[in-house]
């Protein structure tokens, strides 16, 4: 008798479980529940689920064998069905569990993102940076970081979010509507969420869904499409997916408490590994497992994640030299081959497109396909590098920042800053040309055999002196080519516009900066006065490419006399007011070149 009553209440709870109301971590006696399932209330009733759930398992754990009939058939659902069948052979298909490293997998990891001298200093940086999002509203979009160190991760993470939030509404406003409706405290119309850019108008639900599907996205761009790897604690299990908000807080809390890693058997210990091959089974574990990843260990996790979803020994085939460290010193700054594996899934070092033959058969390895999201580079202005047009030119407007020591964001929210006016299509197919030509590694200048096949392919007629004077020294320099063009007339294949009318644009951009800083303008009122506000930094940016003038005027910002000013008899145009300058204004210009910023306030950081 006590046999079947038990296995009734496993049958019950095994019901009830796959219930969607979320568990309540205050318990009660069943056998009073039960006796007072017929005026219980709703609270009641979850609760009296939850305890049946809790004492079928207690008993299951007592005493395994009577957990099971006799006859080792599963257990029969009311409609005779087996219970569950079918879900557990779609999960069995959906996620193959590892569990855990082996020791040796885990000190590879160890070594191949922190090496063998890591100091403690870093150590603690990627130990206590969370995948959060802003409490200000106006900044709520954006995921804080407290430190340098993990900007990298934070910052491609943000820029998929950004993608799903700008230009993924309709999905995301489905996936909230599909919620229990008490995860949801405010709604709005499709059109205000299309319209506005109000970015304080997203809800949580709504960030949440982006940030699940933006994870989801990036582990499965590391795993070919094939897999998702999803790294948690050991410690914490699968018991905080179904808690509720301050049960889990509690579970967390206990599970970090004293937990650092100061070695490869430190990661050994508190690694939990979960094989994923579908989106939707992936998504569902993040889902569940976002607390772990909002917690302090959020970034580092997922950055495992990532490296185990492409698989150790790929990422170390993408990498030019694997010797040295993904994380990399003095500072621990996520390395250009982290940012790269989290926007085209591939660890590559460079930023160029495709491979450079170095001869001999070896060659440096670049981004080989368009992507999502891009990256621009303060680097790239400074001639140390040159970003190709890949990820210069993503498929969305949104863009990861690089400057020497931080990653940011840029983005705009209008698609068609990405269209090419007359004057862009003909540069990017010379430039495209040029690139082409040029071994130098990105220093910008290209050899004269190599420099007859650019004119060849993009129909540039030369007069004979200025053809012999521009390959005059055996090498041609882009800026002195492009000086040429310029200057050379469009019927000859160059850009000499009369009008001067030709690569005239304007538009917005948006500069987002997760470190928190005080913001005076963002303070609030207390009895003691005004007290500034602690948020990351959003800029708005006013960007025109103005009509073309020459480089020189460009640079030193010339005004022409007035009476000649936009005149067409002189050729030439009124240079604008001079712009404010910031060094993203200098990030800015490697996309659109001769871009003029303004922005109201402060100017936009990107350190």
Known sequence: MADQQEEEDLRLALRMSMQSSPPDPKRSKPEEAENSATTMTPEENRRLQRELMATAAEKRMLTPAKSVPASGSPLKSDSGGDLGKKEMETEAKEVNLGNELSEEEAYQLFFMVFGSSVSKDILAQ?????????????????????????????????????????????????????????????????NQYVASNDFAVFTENAKTRALVESMAEILFLCGNDKRAVIATLSSIGDGVGGSDDSLKDVIIAQALENLSIESASDLHKILRVDTYTTPASASKRLEAMIPIFQSRMGALLFLISALLSRGMDSVQADRDDPSFPLVTAPFGHASQEIVNLLLCGQAVPNVFDGRMDLGGGMFLKGVTANVEVGFLTLLESLNFCKVGQNLKCPKWPIWVVGSESHYTVLFALDTAVQDENELEERESHIRKAFDAQDQSGGGGFISVEGFHQVLGETNIFLPSEKLDSICSSGFIVWSEFWQVILDLDKSLGGLKDSTGQMGQKVFDLYHFNGIAKSDLNGSYSSSRGETPMQRPRLTKLRVSVPPRWTPEEFMTDVALPSDSAGTESSGTVAIPEPCQHAPLVDCIRTRWPRAVCNWVGEPPSIV
Do not use: Y
């Open 126 to 190: 990627w130990s206590n940076q969370g995948i959060r999002f802003s409490p200000d509203p106006e900044t709520s979009m954006i995921l804080v970081q407290h430190e340098g160190g993990p900007c990298g991760v934070l910052a491609a993470i943000q820029a998929f979010v950004l993608k799903h939030l700008l230009f993924f509404r309709d999905e995301l406003v489905k996936a909230e509507q599909s919620m229990p409706q008490n995860l949801s405290s405010r709604r709005f119309s499709k």
